[in-house]
């Protein structure tokens, strides 16, 4: 099994650089080990109320967050405890969202953006990081992303078959608010 993986790490890290270019995606900054890709977005989703009480409504502008996953795929496959696979995931965004904040910060749209958000399968412990887990309102949607994320998913948990139906992809999301108080260092 461990072989497969690494073929599937092989040819994904040839199709990377394509996938990079078709999302337009930015680095935050080069030189700093952030986890993050990103890309300034008009969301086009239903209208969430987040936990601060921030409305976050049709076309208004936020930071989509893409984890940088080959990179965690590379350093995480060796492992077997899927727990500790988590730990350092999480460590990696909290240790990330600074830079986010900085990121928004020395954007042109400053004032517009209205928060950071994300879709992922990895949603345990999110909330501890400020974070509001909200459940994809559209099923062909969900379904759409549960697709797409199925290489990820093989890929970086113990027993990928086992636990399938378990991880059903979710929306993180974080108003500029919330990120400024919790990671913009004042």
């Known amino acids: 099994m461990m072989n497969v993986k690494r073929y599937m790490l092989n040819a994904w890290e040839l199709l990377e650089p394509l996938g990079h270019a ?32 921030i409305s976050i409504q049709k076309n208004d502008l936020l930071v989509k967050i ?17 727990l500790k696979k988590y730990r350092i995931i999480q460590r990696y ?21 209205k928060g950071i958000f994300g879709i992922t399968m990895l949603h345990r412990g999110c909330q501890q990081l400020y974070f509001d887990v909200i459940d994809i309102p559209s099923p062909s949607y969900r379904t759409f992303k549960w ?8 890929l970086s948990v113990s027993k990928p078959l086992k636990s399938i139906r378990k991880h059903k992809p979710k929306y993180l999301v974080m108003s500029t608010h919330t990120l400024a108080k919790k990671y913009g260092g004042s």
């Open 147 to 154: 697709i797409s994320f199925m290489p990820i998913h093989f």
């Open 66 to 82: 893409h984890l940088k996953n080959l990179q965690l795929l590379n350093e995480l496959l060796p492992l077997n405890n899927d």
């Open 22 to 53: 078709l999302r337009r995606l930015s680095y935050i900054d080069q030189a700093s080990p952030n986890i993050f890709r990103v890309k300034v977005h008009c969301y086009k989703g239903k209208n969430l109320m987040l936990s601060d009480g």
């Open 93 to 113: 965004v909290e240790q990330s969202l600074p830079g986010v904040y900085q990121y928004i910060e020395a954007h042109k749209q400053v004032a517009k953006i």
